[in-house]
């Protein structure tokens, strides 16, 4: 079935680091692609998109490129804040469902 | 444009008791997901509704339960309720308007603690 996998957290970087969050997935077809956001005591807030392959969402530095080789949908930031920390889930539609399957979500934490 | 609202932000309530969330979408969105976040089984999907439809359902029990109102405003319900339905539960909105999904866009939730 439809799947997204992510890797385990936390995550633990130092200010000014670089960051990789891996995301692969399992679908039928090549749906849109997603990252959400969720912050401490917050609900989800969409990071960036992609909506088909070799596309690259991007927003507040975060980056990801739709890999259809691979399946993949990695996140990437040059140099992370401690504003950055949060938990990050990767997510498509299941278009039968009509619903997001998610991620397991990886924490970030950056320390100053 | 104002965001997903949901309302109220945090509820205690006791085992065997009913609960109803509320969510308004945003403005001119028709299509209203609601998602159970829990620390053990993460974001699962709970139902969608569309013009006043459920159009799908996820794997809950009965005591689950929602509606759409002809606003597109949503209230989902659980009945007798558990410990174990303690919980985020969040409300997504999405356009839909050429009928194909669309990005969902998410309120800050309610949570739900069930003594």
């Known amino acids: 079935g439809d799947s997204v996998t992510q890797m385990e957290g936390p995550v633990t970087l130092s200010e000014e680091a670089f960051l990789t969050i891996n995301c692969t997935y399992t679908?039928?077809?090549?749906?849109?692609l997603f990252w959400y956001v969720q912050y401490p005591g917050e609900g989800l807030q969409l990071l960036l998109k992609?909506?088909?392959?070799?596309d690259k969402g991007s927003n507040k530095g975060f980056e990801a490129t739709y890999r259809k080789e691979t399946t993949s949908f990695h996140l990437e930031k040059g140099s992370v804040q401690v504003s950055d920390s949060a938990v990050y889930f990767c997510?498509?539609?299941?278009?039968?469902?009509?619903?997001?399957?998610f991620g397991s979500g990886t924490r970030l934490q950056v320390q100053p | 444009k104002a965001g997903v609202t949901q309302t109220p932000r945090y509820l205690i309530k006791t085992r065997g008791q009913q609960v109803t969330l509320s969510c308004s979408p945003i403005?001119?969105?028709?299509?209203v997901s609601w998602y159970q976040q829990t620390p053990g089984q993460g974001l699962q999907f709970l139902f969608e509704?569309?013009?006043?439809?459920?159009?799908n359902k996820g794997n809950f029990p009965g005591r689950f339960s929602g509606r759409q109102f002809s606003n597109s405003r949503s209230e989902m319900n659980v009945s007798t309720l558990e410990l174990g339905d303690s919980a985020l539960y969040l409300c997504?909105?999405?356009?839909?308007?050429?009928?194909?999904?669309?990005?969902?866009?998410f309120g800050p939730g309610t949570r739900l603690t069930v003594l």
């Open positions: 997504a909105s999405s356009l839909e308007a050429s009928g194909i999904k669309d990005t969902q866009y």
């Open positions: 679908a039928t077809g090549y749906p849109s």
């Open positions: 992609a909506t088909k392959a070799d």
């Open positions: 997510a498509f539609p299941d278009t039968g469902r009509r619903a997001l399957t």
């Open positions: 403005s001119g969105h028709r299509s």
């Open positions: 509704y569309f013009s006043e439809t459920q159009r």
